[in-house]
């Protein structure tokens, strides 16, 4: 879901004042300061941990994972591995790079490789809640011992190292989406040295959400990327500084600072004067003013995301296929794309982006029609207007739903008259109302969306439908074995076939109602070069440099 976490956010003069300040000390002395604004601080900087883009913004530029993503793609290359392979899909083996280090000085080698996928493998207590290790439970599943039977057992069985370079993982069954899975930054290789100095595994739940207790997540995060983690002053800055010592490519940046800018307006605004070189999430009513300034430019993430409102079937009466092709046909869609997206947006039909293999425009359409709404509620045996409890997030703007409050004024007047009575509902986006979208409490419908992690449809369908979700509240045999049948088979023009026939599946039985893909947008001074947006929305920032010098 890559999340945002609001902070508090300092007055412009520290930002300015921030951007004037002498580049670090050492090998990175003559070079540059680079600095972006995202829209928050991040939750913590231990990988593992965490599952928002405002986190992985951080430890994309500290960490690295066997494999990374083409930049500005979501082909597969290679990272800290060189070569990778699988005869019977289940058995991995990963040929690794020889020399690196960690930043503390730690070896990189095929024990730390195991190390790392232990570790949240053998994750126990607190770290199995969902607020800890969303990711690993995505992708693997489960644990070496379930502390739940909610849990499913673990995809991952172990990891051998056969000498120092190279590292085999070993799989319960077959799977297709593993390997690009890996380049989520969840999986991103530490040093097993600073994760035991500084008490990476320890951690407990408060109110329902997961809190690390050692220092590792806050102030130690060590990795082998090309940058080195300095300082988090939260509500400020976080500090990165050249890793002089990387292995491949070095940084032509002598500094990264991240500042956390929730307000939108703040964010263009600190860029017009300077205050900062780049900014993320740059709203669509706001292209407008970077598009006239002829010291900054826009630059397009590509589209691989998903808008759509959820259907909680978990009780009556949507728990009716009438109820739920009621809502279909009663959302403005069409509009709401077309108002408020600036021709950045494209009305969804299915769960995944037309980009990815496995969509098909043969799924059940459900255009705007008020009458055939109130015909099917009618048909359900209810009495109209029919109520419905609408969420909807605040304090919050994500790349595939910009103002959410625009969203749900547009869709809750067209749901009014298409036979339903919307109650309105709303909470701030963390913690409270991505938990309570999770957990299935956040109404009857409500508003939410996904940007993808690395490309396979299995991280859209089998992320949303592929085992019993709260936040959905259905069982549907077909579908969960559909998608886990697609997710395992390795025949390429087989699995095309069987998300295909799982989209149709899904709009068929519509557990929610995709709504929009969006192209989001990011802003720059025009003298900052060598930033290739990328379709999962964490980005490199190693091959940034300045025309001209900063």
């Known amino acids: 879901?890559?999340?945002?976490?609001?902070?508090?956010?300092?007055?412009?003069?520290?930002?300015?004042?921030?951007?004037?300040?002498?580049?670090?000390?050492?090998?990175?002395?003559?070079?540059?300061?680079?600095?972006?604004?995202?829209?928050?601080?991040?939750?913590?900087?231990?990988?593992?941990?965490?599952?928002?883009?405002?986190?992985?913004?951080?430890?994309?530029?500290?960490?690295?994972?066997?494999?990374?993503?083409?930049?500005?793609?979501?082909?597969?290359?290679?990272?800290?591995?060189?070569?990778?392979?699988?005869?019977?899909?289940?058995?991995?083996?990963?040929?690794?790079?020889?020399?690196?280090?960690?930043?503390?000085?730690?070896?990189?080698?095929?024990?730390?490789?195991?190390?790392?996928?232990?570790?949240?493998?053998n994750f126990t207590g607190a770290f199995q809640d969902a607020s800890a290790t969303y990711y690993w439970q995505t992708v693997f599943l489960g644990f070496h011992h379930n502390a739940s039977s909610d849990l499913s057992p673990s995809l991952y069985k172990g990891c051998t190292a056969k000498g120092q370079y190279t590292a085999v993982i070993h799989l319960t069954k077959k799977s297709s989406s593993f390997l690009p899975a890996l380049v989520i930054s969840s999986f991103a290789i530490q040093s097993p040295t600073a994760l035991k100095k500084y008490g990476a595994n320890q951690g407990e739940l408060r109110n329902g959400t997961f809190y690390p207790t050692g220092t590792y997540a806050f102030s130690h995060p060590t990795g082998t990327g090309p940058f080195k983690f300095k300082s988090w002053t939260v509500g400020e800055k976080v500090e990165l500084v050249r890793n002089a010592s990387y292995w491949g490519k070095k940084p032509k940046l002598g500094r990264v600072i991240i500042r956390p800018i929730s307000n939108n307006t703040a964010r263009v605004q600190a860029l017009q004067t300077g205050e900062i070189n780049g900014a993320d999430l740059i709203q669509p009513q706001d292209i407008p003013t970077i598009k006239k300034n002829k010291n900054l430019k826009l630059l397009n993430r590509p589209s691989f995301n998903v808008a759509y409102v959820t259907i909680n079937q978990s009780?009556?009466?949507?728990?009716?296929?009438?109820?739920?092709?009621?809502?279909?046909?009663?959302?403005?869609?069409?509009?709401?794309?077309?108002?408020?997206?600036?021709?950045?947006?494209?009305?969804?039909?299915?769960?995944?982006?037309?980009?990815?293999?496995?969509?098909?425009?043969?799924?059940?359409?459900?255009?705007?029609?008020?009458?055939?709404?109130?015909?099917?509620?009618?048909?359900?045996?209810?009495?109209?207007?029919?109520?419905?409890?609408?969420?909807?997030?605040?304090?919050?703007?994500?790349?595939?739903?910009?103002?959410?409050?625009?969203?749900?004024?547009?869709?809750?007047?067209?749901?009014?008259?298409?036979?339903?009575?919307?109650?309105?509902?709303?909470?701030?986006?963390?913690?409270?109302?991505?938990?309570?979208?999770?957990?299935?409490?956040?109404?009857?419908i409500n508003l939410i969306g996904w940007t993808g992690d690395f490309g396979d449809p299995d991280n859209f369908l089998g992320t949303f439908f592929k085992t019993y979700s709260p936040q959905f509240g259905f069982h549907n045999n077909a579908i969960f074995k559909i998608l886990s049948q697609a997710a395992a088979e390795t025949n390429y023009k087989k699995r095309i076939k069987l998300y295909q026939q799982a989209n149709v599946l899904i709009m068929k039985f519509l557990p929610g109602v995709p709504y929009a893909h969006s192209t989001p947008a990011l802003a720059f001074q025009k003298k900052v070069k060598g930033y290739t947006p990328s379709p999962v929305g964490t980005d490199p920032f190693s091959p940034v440099f300045f025309a001209g010098g900063q």
């Open 1 to 121: 879901m890559r999340g945002i976490v609001t902070r508090l956010v300092l007055p412009f003069v520290a930002v300015a004042a921030l951007a004037a300040v002498g580049t670090a000390g050492g090998a990175s002395k003559a070079l540059p300061t680079f600095v972006f604004a995202g829209a928050s601080d991040p939750t913590y900087l231990d990988p593992a941990l965490v599952s928002d883009g405002e986190s992985f913004r951080v430890t994309e530029q500290v960490f690295e994972s066997l494999v990374s993503l083409k930049p500005g793609s979501t082909l597969v290359q290679p990272g800290l591995a060189t070569k990778w392979g699988s005869k019977n899909g289940k058995d991995w083996t990963f040929q690794l790079r020889h020399g690196v280090k960690f930043h503390d000085g730690t070896p990189f080698n095929a024990q730390a490789v195991c190390y790392n996928f232990n570790r949240q493998y």
């Open 315 to 444: 009780h009556a009466p949507f728990n009716k296929l009438a109820v739920r092709q009621a809502i279909a046909f009663g959302l403005d869609r069409a509009s709401v794309v077309k108002s408020f997206y600036a021709g950045r947006g494209q009305v969804a039909q299915e769960f995944m982006p037309p980009q990815l293999f496995g969509w098909t425009n043969k799924v059940p359409k459900y255009p705007y029609n008020p009458a055939k709404a109130k015909a099917l509620l009618k048909k359900a045996g209810l009495t109209l207007p029919v109520p419905i409890e609408f969420w909807y997030p605040t304090n919050v703007s994500r790349p595939y739903m910009p103002n959410p409050k625009l969203n749900f004024e547009a869709f809750s007047a067209s749901l009014e008259n298409s036979g339903f009575k919307v109650t309105a509902k709303s909470a701030p986006w963390r913690p409270d109302y991505v938990k309570h979208v999770n957990d299935g409490t956040a109404g009857d």
